[in-house]
């Protein structure tokens, strides 16, 4: 009974052992290839190629070789038909942007923390009023940039066919005039196999 309680035990973590999982560590600028839906590579393909051609755009050159501008950027609309975290496309293009000493920005997704934390070094009594931040000093953005993520689907019984387009902006907050706009598009296409793996 022993021995046959002992080869249950060692079939029984041979079994478990067999179920466990791997973690492994791999180059976050590689190519990913698991699916057609919007993947990581898309999002630095985008935001390389958003950001490239904006600095190379001669209007841009101009305005940013002797000063800094002051931008802020609206969170890119997905309207596309999948979940896709576009506050990281976003966050990737305002962080080259910034990467290449070029822009300053104002990030109006902190406004109302920042206000708070104002109205407590002004009103609290806590903070000496020679250090404290004063009201009215931020600089406000001379530039906004957005933009629009779409993609139109298109499959049958074996192929899915997905075309992305993703548009940028820079708006000229004082005058309304687009100064730059820029758009990178991606096909991807997955193929089931025969059978179906």
Known sequence: M???????????????SGCASRVDYGDAQA?????????STDLQMIATKMVDDMMVFPPIVEMTRDRRPVLFVDRIKNKTSEHIDTESVTDTIQSKLINSGKF???????????REQLEYQQDS????QASAAQMGRQIGAEFMLYGNLSSIV?????????????TLKLLNIQSGIIEWSGEK???????????GF
């Open 2 to 16: 022993v021995r046959v309680f002992s080869l249950l035990a060692l079939a029984m973590a041979l079994m478990l």
């Open 31 to 39: 190519r990913e290839t698991v699916t057609a839906d919007f993947g």
């Open 104 to 114: 300053r920005f104002v990030d109006m997704s902190v406004v109302d923390r920042v």
């Open 125 to 128: 009594g806590m903070v000496d």
């Open 154 to 166: 298109k499959r049958d019984d074996s192929t899915k066919d997905v075309y992305y387009k993703f």
């Open 185 to 195: 598009e991606i096909r991807k296409t997955r193929k089931r196999s025969l059978f």
